[in-house]
């Protein structure tokens, strides 16, 4: 069985990136040798802030497109494995 993985990279400039690659080890080095023309080439290096294992590539992809929709505050509590800021800055409360 594969694994995949979802990442969160944070930029030189401290934006976040986030994907999903089966070969997460190998990713990384993509991102920061420019590999990929994409919005990290312009902000390298880039560091690995989050990961999370799947099995089934459809959950890490659904996982992926959420994340990415979400705002900072939210990326960074997830970042720090804060599940109760999440969900309050899901509710609106903060």
Request: proline share 2%; with cysteine.
């Amino acid at each position: 069985m594969k694994d995949y993985f979802v990442y969160i990279v944070e930029c030189k400039d401290g934006s976040y990136s986030t994907g999903v690659t089966p070969e997460l080890e190998k990713r990384i080095i993509e991102h920061n040798s420019g590999f990929y023309k994409v919005y990290t080439s312009t902000r390298l290096p880039v560091k690995l802030v989050y990961s999370n294992r799947f099995t089934e590539i459809n959950d890490a992809i659904k996982a992926e497109k959420q994340i990415k929709g979400w705002s900072i505050g939210k990326k960074e509590a997830l970042i720090i494995g804060d599940f109760e800021l999440i969900k309050l800055l899901s509710k609106g409360k903060l």
